[in-house]
């Protein structure tokens, strides 16, 4: 089998690795306080007959030091970026993410699989990003776009579906 490597970006608490344990184990923890860069695996089919590995690394976000997010860059073959809805500031700070995996993947960029997205969708009261200016800004960047809630479990599932048929090489499902 072979392996298809999706890495998670964003800013601390956005809720990386609240999205990535409610994807590969079904829970949810208000609480959850990880330490270090994990990596998940899941078996998923890939074109009809074979099966491949999903290999899911949630990042630690702003304790990677560029050099770490440079090599998580260049091994993913696609990215998930995830802001808050509930902070604008998230959302800022995955410009400079954009701009170093464009970097990066260079002319291949337009081929590869990222979603943006905008995670803690039940906590409108505290929204300070609409889905309009996510939108927007998912089709400035030209990636995919989608509202979650790791809590509630709100478009998890789809959002992992979103990302793999935005392969165009192979044809992967969960
Ligand atoms: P990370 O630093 O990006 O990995 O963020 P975490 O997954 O550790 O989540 C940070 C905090 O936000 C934790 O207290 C989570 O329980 C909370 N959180 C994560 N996802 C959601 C969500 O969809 N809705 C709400 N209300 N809280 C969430
Ligand atoms: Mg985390």
Not at 16 to 26: D, H, L
Not at 109 to 131: A, C, F, H, Q, W
Not at 142 to 151: H, P, Q
């Amino acid at each position: 089998t072979s392996d298809y490597r999706v890495a998670v970006f964003g800013a601390g608490g956005v809720g990386k690795s609240s999205i990535t344990q409610r994807f590969v184990k079904g829970t949810f923890n208000d609480n959850y306080v990880p330490t270090i860069e994990d990596t998940y695996r899941q078996v998923i089919s890939c074109n009809q007959k074979n099966v491949c590995t999903l290999q899911i690394t949630d990042t630690t976000g702003s304790h990677q030091f560029p050099a770490m997010q440079r090599l998580s860059m260049s091994k993913g073959n696609a990215f998930i970026l995830i802001y808050s809805i509930t902070s604008m500031q998230s959302l800022e700070e995955l410009g400079p993410i954009i701009l170093m995996l464009k970097e990066v993947k260079q002319s291949a960029i337009g081929e590869v699989p990222i979603m943006l997205v905008g995670n803690k969708k039940d906590e409108d009261s505290k929204r300070e990003v609409s889905t309009a200016i996510g939108q927007k800004i998912s089709g400035q960047w030209g990636t995919g776009f989608i509202e979650t809630s790791a809590k509630n479990n709100e478009n998890i599932t789809e959002l992992f579906q979103m990302l793999l048929a935005r392969e165009k090489k192979r044809q992967l499902a969960l």
